[in-house]
């Protein structure tokens, strides 16, 4: 689905932010993309989407050579990828629905398409009842599934997004984490660069980690520090091992974040649920979650 | 949807910029009223020197029953001071009277009914513009010259007042015109950098690079139309006030020019508003970084 190789990066004035990296994401995965801020997260999702071209190397997203598409091309392979950023960039004088719409309408799609996509997508992340309200009206993880439903509405094949929970507290970032779970599961890959310690550490999903643009892990079921105890994180990677038979599992379902019951009626509503839902979340481990990251809890 | 979206979003962005964008259409408008009113001034004035063109300084009328008019032409072009010889049949000549009488419907009546009326005559071109009392005199003495008529210094002076308002109304309708469209280019900027989060947006869903760029292109090329619309409003309406109010004319001003010249070049003045504006927005869609992929 993605495929980087020796893709070397550097921008104007010799900065190098990605160095010689090669990479191969599948169809249907879930991947972490981790480290330091300035490692080169951000710059990989860029070349991802062709908001750059890699100095060297190549880059094929969707069955398209990225590395060398021409410009006039873009729009195209931006359809089959749907971005989430850590500022949401929604529409301030557009409701929530008309955002998601936004998405449909100016790659041209039939207003009937838009019709039956846009409350469904609104659905699925748990805001139908918000369809008429304007993002000023939401709060921050409220206005993060909009911008997860816009990127999620034209079913791209590959969702990448970038810092997601940067700007959320522990308990909203569990919901946001949820639906992008819930994404994954119709087998969309997906990306997600992000230095959140435990909700790596709880997903237990595909790591690979930057440092100084260099690719120095690249682990299945990983955590988020090659440690296997991660000072900041312990909590809840002990918690998640107590829910789970098999330390170091790639999780199956939507099972390992532990969810507010906020979130549970639009769960239950994801036409994605086609795998029996874990129901219960334990309180303790939701605690557990949110104890361990009072600093994040107060950026908003 | 997608026409009705690009009208729309092209009539939003006007609005939302009123007084620049009203600064852009005046600028259009002032640019193109200058350019409507040399073409309208010209063709009034080329009307009123037709049997002059050419640089043609003497007009001999021939007589009706006169036939050798080729040896006639042969001799006069051998004068020294002639530089050239044109023929005006009877019929060219009732042509000429079409669009020299345009305003006088009896005298065009007259000539549609009898159009062997007007005589046929030889026109020439002296070498030197300012000396041809020689040819005058000569023509006199020839066969088959019935009466000699010369330019006056009321046609050297409209020709020479036409060329000069010409060259200068050129000059500032061409300076305006690259006002216009650098007004224009600055109207799209800011209906541009207006929306820029809506095309970050749009870019990354995939929206098309036309898609994105149709609507202000449109409103580039609707400023343009405003302005020139208004202009050759303007400019017929004035025409037609000084038509009505100039009844004091001497006999041989004409300022009646065809409607087929002020439609012809009232469109072409629409077109080129148009094209003002179209160059406007895509300078300006050239250069924005937010649209620079």
């Known amino acids: 689905m993605i495929r980087l190789q020796n893709v070397t990066k550097v921008y104007d004035g010799g900065v190098v932010a990605v160095q010689d990296i090669g990479l191969e994401i599948n169809k249907g995965e879930f991947v972490f993309l981790v480290g330091p801020s300035g490692s080169g997260k951000s710059t990989l999702i860029r070349l991802m989407m062709r908001e750059e071209r890699p100095t060297e190397g190549d880059i094929w997203v969707a069955g398209k050579h990225a590395s060398k598409l021409a410009n006039w091309k873009i729009p195209h392979l931006r359809r089959s990828i749907g971005t989430v950023f850590q500022d949401f960039k929604l529409l301030p004088n557009k409701t929530v629905y008309e955002n998601v719409a936004f998405a449909l309408e100016v790659t041209g799609r039939p207003r009937s398409v838009v019709k039956t996509q846009v409350p469904q997508v609104l659905k699925l992340v748990g805001l139908s009842a918000n369809a008429a309200r304007y993002p000023r009206q939401l709060s921050g993880g409220e206005q993060q599934r909009v911008s997860i439903a816009r990127a999620f509405v034209n079913r791209p094949l590959i969702l990448l997004a970038d810092e997601p929970t940067g700007n959320l507290d522990p308990a909203t970032s569990v919901g946001i984490m949820r639906i992008l779970d819930r994404i994954n599961k119709t087998g969309t890959t997906v990306v997600m660069a992000t230095h959140d310690h435990a909700i790596v550490d709880a997903m237990r999903r595909r790591v690979v980690q930057l440092d100084r643009g260099n690719l120095v892990r690249d682990q299945r079921g990983g955590v988020y520090e090659r440690r296997a105890e991660p000072p900041i994180a312990t909590g809840a990677a002990e918690a998640m091992e107590d829910d789970r038979p098999e330390p170091g599992y790639a999780p199956p379902v939507s099972a390992p974040l532990p969810g507010s019951h906020h979130d549970d009626h639009s769960t239950a509503a994801m036409e994605a649920a086609e795998s029996p839902e874990v129901e219960e979340t334990p309180t303790e481990l939701f605690q557990a979650y949110v104890e361990d990251h009072p600093a994040e809890g107060d950026r908003t | ?293």
């Open chain 2, 1 to 293: 949807m997608s026409f009705q979206y690009v009208l729309t979003e092209a009539f939003n962005n006007i609005r939302r910029n009123a007084l620049v964008v009203l600064g852009a259409i005046l600028a259009v408008f002032i640019s193109l009223l200058l350019m409507f009113s040399t073409l309208v001034f010209g063709e009034i004035a080329r009307v009123n020197t037709l049997q002059w063109s050419e640089d043609v300084r003497v007009i001999a009328f021939l007589r009706d029953q006169f036939r050798d008019t080729e040896s006639l032409m042969d001799t006069v072009r051998s004068w020294a001071e002639v530089e050239e010889v044109f023929f005006v049949s009877k019929s060219q000549a009732v042509e000429e009277a079409r669009i020299l009488l345009a305003s006088d419907e009896a005298a065009l009546r007259v000539i549609e009914e009898t159009p062997t009326i007007l005589p046929a005559s030889i026109r020439v071109r002296p070498v030197d513009l300012d000396e041809y009392d020689l040819i005058v005199q000569r023509l006199q003495a020839s066969p088959g010259v019935s009466d000699i008529v010369t330019a006056g210094p009321q046609v050297d002076a409209l020709a020479s007042l036409r060329d000069g308002l010409r060259v200068v109304f050129w000059i500032l309708s061409v300076a305006l015109g690259i006002a216009a469209i650098a007004l224009i280019a600055n109207t799209i900027h800011m209906a541009i950098y207006a929306r820029r989060e809506e095309i970050e947006i749009m870019r990354l869903v995939g929206a098309s690079n036309w898609f994105v760029r149709i609507p202000f292109f449109l409103e580039g090329m609707l400023e343009g139309l405003f302005g020139a619309a208004l202009a050759v409003g303007v400019g017929v309406g004035v025409y037609r006030l000084a038509l009505d109010r100039l009844t004091e004319l001497p006999d041989f001003v004409v300022i009646t020019i065809g409607n087929d010249f002020l439609v012809r070049w009232g469109v072409l003045t629409l077109a080129f508003g148009v094209l003002v504006g179209a160059l406007g927005s895509s300078l300006s869609l050239a250069v924005h970084r937010y649209l620079r992929t």
